[in-house]
């Protein structure tokens, strides 16, 4: 006899394999075995105690405060415990029920049929002088060259950027931004480098996200969230993909005391507008990364409660971007300059992807590379 642990679904499914359970039977157990935790917000007191009566009645259960029974308070927030099968059920049931119990049981089927995508390593290549990190900034003849070992390294996408984001950074004109990096864009279009990885754009400028798509970028990576309007009308124009961040505030002033009432819950209702706004201006949800924005407009607490909760914004069904590499909240948890962080790094974006992240934003490829590699097969 040995006690063990499983940690993935495909675990469940691969021990079972060997167990020499029919493939029905494996389909069937496997959900069984993995149990999730949704926390249900502001929930009615009637819909609570009619939620956990149903819950048990699936043999799943919810955690409600102490007041619940005798409806002290209108209002409380209560833990969804059970199987993914389950939950499913439960579900069903919710949607005959009152007191905005079958909005529940929308959002909550929402949460249970994500997508589920593969790890994707992105490498970062910055075509200025003021980039926090010095390891990532590459004058033109440089960055040919540092873009082909990235793709030897494992890069399976290339973002670059000629506009320093770091908390203070000076903001420049797009002329000037387009003017730093056109000509990396034109020789990327004439090695056509295009076919050994894809590329991304770090820009939130027109002029500079236009040329960059023309010379065949795939991906806008826009740390404004899309807030402009072109920037989407050009994604969808070219079928790119556009990678829509967080950031509270701007880079001169978000680490200006940055402050949230549920940091979750207000980058959850930013991705939900913006996503809204994509669609009305004809960009699919199939082409929309979604990115939390770790280190824009955040304290260390922000930070840490986003990357444990990175599992929640899997509901939008979008993939999701993970950028910590060399960040200061790595100084924040053990004192070190950005030179010094590569280790720090790994552990939090390793801890992304067992959240849900599946693009990986960094500096060091080959060690990510790695790192993920020797992850997975754990």
């Known amino acids: 006899m040995r006690l063990f642990e499983i940690s993935k679904p495909t675990d469940i499914k691969q021990y079972l394999k060997e167990l020499d359970v029919n493939s029905g039977g494996i389909e069937i157990i496997s959900q069984k075995m993995d149990y999730l935790y949704i926390e249900i917000q502001d929930l009615k007191t009637p819909a609570i105690n009619i939620l956990k009566q149903d819950a048990l009645s699936v043999g799943a259960e919810v955690a409600v405060p102490s007041g619940v029974i005798i409806c002290q308070k209108e209002y409380y927030n209560c833990l969804l415990i059970g199987t993914k099968r389950q939950l499913l059920k439960l579900a069903k049931k919710e949607k005959a029920q009152p007191f905005g119990l079958k909005n529940v049981a929308q959002e909550l089927e929402s949460i249970l049929n994500y997508k589920s995508y593969p790890i994707k390593i992105m490498g970062v290549l910055n075509i200025n002088s003021d980039s926090f990190y010095s390891g990532s900034r590459f004058s033109q ?84 969230g899309a807030k402009d309007s072109q920037i989407i009308k050009l994604a969808a124009k070219f079928n790119a993909k556009l990678c829509i961040m967080h950031m509270q505030g701007n880079p001169q002033n978000m680490q200006n005391n940055p402050q949230y009432g549920s940091v979750t819950n207000e980058v959850d209702n930013f991705f939900k507008a913006q996503i809204a706004k994509c669609h009305e201006l004809g960009l699919s949800k199939d082409n929309i990364i979604l990115d939390v924005g770790i280190g824009f407009g955040k304290t260390l607490e922000h930070n840490i409660e986003l990357i444990k909760n990175h599992n929640h914004f899997k509901h939008f069904g979008c993939e999701l971007l993970i950028g910590a590499s060399r960040k200061s909240m790595i100084d924040k948890i053990y004192p070190s300059i950005p030179d010094n962080r590569l280790p720090g790094t790994l552990a939090i974006h390793l801890k992304a992807i067992d959240r849900g992240a599946n693009i990986i934003r960094c500096h060091d490829v080959a060690e990510h590379k790695q790192a993920i590699d020797v992850y997975r097969e754990i």
């Open 141 to 224: 003849l440089e960055a040919v060259n540092a873009i082909e070992l990235m793709v030897k390294d494992g890069a399976d996408i290339i973002d670059i950027g000629a506009l320093s984001s770091r908390p203070g950074a000076s903001a420049i004109s797009q002329e000037e931004e387009l003017n730093r990096v056109k000509e990396l864009l034109d020789t990327i279009k004439e090695k056509q480098l295009t076919k050994k990885a894809t590329f991304s754009i770090d820009s939130y400028a027109p002029k500079v996200v236009e040329y960059a798509l023309n010379c065949g970028f795939k991906i806008v990576n826009d740390i404004t």
